[in-house]
């Protein structure tokens, strides 16, 4: 998310923050409500800082769907997922949905077309049964990353921050549309 502080500050005031895990160099992450715990601090601190404003979580893989548990506990104005990892370790068996069709808060979802944590025809079949509002903009060729290989970048004459770009762009159309902010 670091990488998209500067990007999303176009849109409106950013904070990040790590996980505890992170935070301190080990790479199995903390349980659930640990991560939870942590992220509510983190936007009870960003609330502080920027109380007149309106207040979308947006989050990378883990933090998006850490950012869905904490909207069913916390008055958020909306959710932005990149990457979101619908199924655990790729297992097409184990999806993380649950959480998904709880959501009320308005959503959108930026995937890549070849993330295996989130194939696309299972993100479809979710979204047409959540209650929330949801969103879809799909990265074509993007990883879990939402990284295109240079290949088809090169192929297609374009650059990966014109990807970003574009990625940007609908994540203020979300923001403008869902008159977010």
């Known amino acids: 998310m670091r990488n998209w502080k500067a990007r999303l500050g176009e849109i409106g005031n950013v904070e990040t923050f790590d996980y505890d895990y992170i935070r301190e160099g080990r790479k199995r992450p903390d349980r659930l409500p640990q991560l939870i715990a942590r992220h509510r601090e983190a936007l009870s601190n960003a609330k502080e800082q920027h109380p007149s404003e309106r207040t979308i979580l947006a989050g990378k893989s883990m933090g998006g769907r850490i950012g869905c548990h904490v909207s069913l506990e916390e008055k958020v104005n909306g959710l932005i997922c990149l990457g979101y990892p619908l199924c655990a ?77 574009r990625i940007l762009q609908a994540i203020s159309g979300f923001v403008d549309q869902s008159n977010l902010l």
Do not use: W
């Open 89 to 165: 370790m790729g297992d097409r068996a184990k999806l993380r949905d649950e959480i998904l069709r709880a959501l009320t808060t308005p959503i959108l979802f930026i995937q890549g077309t070849h993330d295996s944590l989130c194939p696309l025809d299972l993100l479809e079949r979710v979204r047409n049964e959540m209650k929330a509002p949801n969103f879809l903009y799909v990265v074509e060729g993007g990883d879990h990353s939402l990284r295109v290989p240079k290949r088809q970048l090169q192929a297609a004459g374009e650059t990966q921050n014109e990807v970003d770009r």
